[in-house]
């Protein structure tokens, strides 16, 4: 069974760049452009994990993981916060607001393909 996952980042080479780390034949990639656009796609198609900057116009992805989190649908829904705030106070709101785990750009492949297939991995369902 295929797994979905958006990549939300309103840079496009960030998100074609996590595609090509994520690429592995039992998952999918969506890609949105800001918060907004990845709110509308998720009240479209379900997505098993998400992938979400922080800094981006329309909605942030702080503000994205809460209107996800208050929806039934995405409460247990993995989502990792790919940003280039590392601060200790970005990371603390990053997890108190419901990201299952935090990467810190610059990143590489091992970084955010880990994270992520540990994610996906806990929640397979066949």
């Known amino acids: 069974m295929q797994k ?16 090509v780390y994520l690429e592995r034949e039992e998952l999918e990639i969506v890609q949105a452009q800001d918060g907004a656009d990845a709110l509308e796609r998720s009240r479209e198609q ?6 979400t900057d922080i800094n981006m116009p329309n909605l942030n992805g702080y503000q994205l ?4 989190r208050s929806n039934p649908a995405y409460e247990d829904v993995p989502i990792v916060i790919l940003s280039s705030l590392g601060h200790e106070q970005d990371i603390e709101y990053g997890y108190q607001v419901g990201a ?15 994270q992520v297939y540990s994610l996906i991995d806990q929640n397979w369902i066949s």
Do not use: C, Q, W
């Not at 309103?10 to 996590?18: A, G, K, W």
């Open 4 to 19: 979905t996952v958006l990549i939300v980042d309103d840079s496009e080479s960030i998100r074609n760049l996590v595609e």
């Open 46 to 51: 379900h997505f098993d994990l998400i992938v």
């Open 65 to 68: 993981i809460e209107e996800l």
């Open 100 to 114: 299952n785990a935090y990467v810190v750009k610059p990143f590489d492949r091992e970084m955010i393909s880990g």
